[in-house]
Each structure stands twice: as C-alpha cells, then as structure tokens.
C-alpha cells in the first residue's frame, strides 16, 4: 500500500510526532464510543463514523508534513491511488454487490432450509455453529450472517429450552469462522491486499489455523448438549444455494477474484431469473445497493490509505517499527521471525480493541506488518493470516463489538454474556498462539 509513495518521497528519519494523526483518530473514534457508551445508546462505538473521525487526523498530518502544502497534499492523493487501495475498493464493490444480489434472490434463506435440514435434533449447538459458519464463508459477512441466523436460532432456542446466551455465542462463533475464511470478506480483502498475497494462499494458511480451532469449538458444543428439539422439515432449494458453491469453488482454485466475483453476480442473478419474478431493473438495483453498503470502508480504505502515505513520507511509520525492532531484538536471533509474527498479531489486536472493527483494524496496521514482514522474511499469506485470525478474535470477544451488539439485540442478552459464549474466538486464540510459537520458523 506504500510502495509508491515510497519511490517518489524521501521519507524523513522516524518520528514519533508523524504518528499522532493517527493517536488523533483513534482517540475520536475510541473518545466517541466510550461517550456514548456512557449514554446507553446501541452500538455506542458506531455513532461517530470512521470516515469522518478520520478527517481532523488528515488534516492535522498536512499540517504536519515539511513539505509545501501542495505536495503533501501530492503525497496523499497518491497513497489514495495506490494500486492495492484501488483494487482492494473495486473488490469491496463486487464482493457487496454479490451478497445483495445473493441475498435479494433468496439465496440466504436457501442456505439457511439447507441447515436446518440437515441438523440432528440433539445436535443444534454445533448444528447452529455450522450453518453459520457456512453462510458467513458464503457470504463474506459475519454481521450479514448474524442478521439471517439468530433470528432462526432464537426461536430454535426458546423452543428446546436452550440458554440464549450460549445460543447467541455460537452464532457468533460461527459467524466470525466464515467471515475470517470467507474470499469475499472485506476482512481478507484489506488483509491480502496490504500485504501482497492472494486470497487463495490466504484461505490455506488460515485453515491450518481455523479447522483445529473450528472441530475443538464442535466437540465443546457437542458436550454442553443443551437442547433437543424435532425442526420441522425444510424445503431446500439447492438451485440457489448455487452461486454460494460456485464461488466458494472458484475462489479456492486460484481464478482472479474479479472474475470469481463477477460470475458468482451474474449466477446469482440468473438463479433469481429462473426462479421467480426478479426483472433486469431489480437485478441493477440490487447490484447499486451492495455497492451502497460498501460505502464506509470504501471511503476509510481510501482515506487510510492517503494517510498512511503521509505518515510514512513523515517517517512515523519507521518510527513505530523501530520501537517493535527493539522489543524483538531482546530475543535470540534465531526466534525473531516467530516473535515477529506474534507482534503483528499484538499489533492488530490491540487496533482491534480500540476501533472495535477487524477491518479497519487491518487496513490502519496493514503497511506496519507489511514492514515487519518483509524484514524478517515472513511470507505475505503468513502475515495475512495473522492479520485476519488476530483481529477476528478480538472482534469476537469484545462486548462493544458489533458483532456482540446486533446478536445481542436479537437475542434479548447482554452482550457481555453473549461474547463470553462465544468459544470459538476463545480457542482460535489459543490454537494461534500455540501454532505461531511452535511451528517451523521457515515460510
């Protein structure tokens, strides 16, 4: 995301002052949540929006930069325009197009009587944690994935006398799985293409990290066994479970994700063509609308990106990596690739804690664990991995998340007790920690 800029400025020698556009944002957006957490409004943290929390930081970094005002603001445009910033945008666009095309075609819910059908009676905790996690590696979206099952798993739940915060962590856990491995989450999107790597290589190296944790999360379920009810049966529709396959198919072998993106949209909207009145004019309009909810991080990746360019035109970048460099080189030599793997992952979870959102917490580290990386030759589809699975944890066990806040809100609990249900997150963080300290330190 840097390279550009990099090429055509002399960075200045590593500056603590070149960081605090960034402290500044944090602190809106971090100052904001608390407040009106305070207040006892929903979804405290997303009153103030990123995209505007982020602007006095953008001015304050021109205001900052030694150059004349008309290159710095040179520098910023470009770091908007850097070829990772613009296709990371462009894959955001597709990938929320396909789900409101998907979606509006009734492919969720085909997903969803696909499930159920499927779910033994005696099983609904990991029955519950599997549709989730299907439709959200489908989807590409754990609060979309949140938004369709919890409805259905309350109802389930309150039937088979099942504690709805239990319920409601499992959702979640679910949810957080398939967003984390999904090709289309904006999650991986920010995390390979700041760091260089295609999502299929991602998708491996995040498997080796999310099916231990996923199968221990089954067995933990599976022996709590809250809950036995007879689901009554289904009609399934697998003609439009179809474009989530294909494009879960297509993504894994290695084609472009442009053209995975744009053949699961025109499937998606061919199934509605088939299958019940859903006119051309529906069909762009739907296509407008998932661009529309893409709005946010479309406009934050941008914005990030400018000023990640002139934060490291500034030398605030190398600042921040010197100070890692240090505590890494109070290990041995030999140990400093797995000890830099566990700093990226502390780095984005502790973004992640503050902004209370995995992606934007990927994209503001993206360019520092790009750096970390590259310095001590860990591999791109390792460093995205980590960037993902850390953030994803952290989204998945903070009570203000929005995650936490929507599952809560459905399932009448607080969103404490939700998160502290939420045993997925709590294994995958253990299964990480364990396999970054342990594994071969070669890439």
């Given at each position: ?104 075609t009734g492919g969720v819910d085909a997903t969803v009587a696909l ?194 360019a002139l934060m490291q035109q500034q030398g605030g970048l190398a ?125």
């Open positions: 995301m840097n390279n550009s800029v990099a090429n055509q400025q002399i960075a200045s020698s590593p500056s603590l002052i070149a960081l605090f556009p960034l402290f500044l944002f944090l602190t809106l957006f971090i100052g904001a949540g608390l407040y009106y957490q305070q207040l006892g409004v929903d979804f405290a943290f997303y009153q103030l929006p990123s995209v505007v929390a982020i602007l006095p930081a953008i001015i304050l970094a021109l205001l900052l930069s030694k150059e004349k005002l008309n290159q710095a603001i040179e520098t910023f445009m470009a770091g908007i325009g850097h070829s990772n910033i613009i296709a990371m945008c462009l894959i955001y666009l597709l990938a929320g197009a396909f789900a409101a095309v998907a979606k509006a499930g159920l059908s499927l779910i033994p009676s005696d099983l609904l905790l990991p029955g519950f944690f599997l549709i989730a996690a299907f439709i959200a590696t489908a989807m590409g979206t754990s609060m979309g994935t949140i938004a369709a099952v919890a409805p259905i798993a309350l109802g389930v739940s309150q039937q088979a006398d099942i504690d709805l915060a239990l319920m409601a962590g499992t959702v979640i856990s679910g949810a957080l799985f398939g967003d984390n491995l999904s090709i289309i989450s904006d999650t991986t999107i920010a995390a390979t293409r700041t760091q260089g790597c295609e999502m299929k290589d991602k998708f491996k190296e995040n498997i080796i990290f999310a099916l231990p944790a996923a199968i221990i999360t089954l067995l933990i379920l599976t022996m709590i066994g809250q809950g036995h009810a007879e689901l009554a049966n289904q009609e399934v529709d697998l003609f439009k479970v179809l474009p989530y396959l294909t494009i879960l198919i297509l993504a894994v072998s290695g084609l472009n994700v442009f053209v995975v993106l744009t053949v699961g949209i025109l499937l998606a909207g061919f199934t509605g063509f088939v299958s019940m009145d859903y006119s051309v004019s529906r069909f762009a309009n739907d296509i407008f609308e998932g661009f529309k909810n893409m709005q946010e991080i479309f406009i934050l990746s941008m914005l990030v990106g400018g000023l990640a600042f921040l990596c010197l100070k890692i460099e240090k505590v890494i080189a109070h290990f041995a030599k030999k140990q400093n690739k797995r000890i830099s793997e566990l700093g990226i992952a502390t780095l984005v979870a502790l973004t992640n804690t503050c902004v209370a959102n995995n992606t934007v917490a990927i994209i503001v580290t993206g360019n520092i664990a790009k750096d970390l990386a590259q310095k001590h030759q860990i591999s791109p589809k390792r460093s995205a991995s980590l960037l993902d699975i850390f953030s994803c944890i952290i989204q998945g066990i903070i009570p203000y998340g929005a995650q936490a806040l929507l599952a809560a809100s459905i399932f009448t609990v607080s969103p404490l007790a939700a998160v502290t249900n939420a045993w997925y997150c709590f294994v995958l963080a253990i299964v990480a920690v364990l396999i970054v300290s342990f594994r071969k330190v070669t890439s």
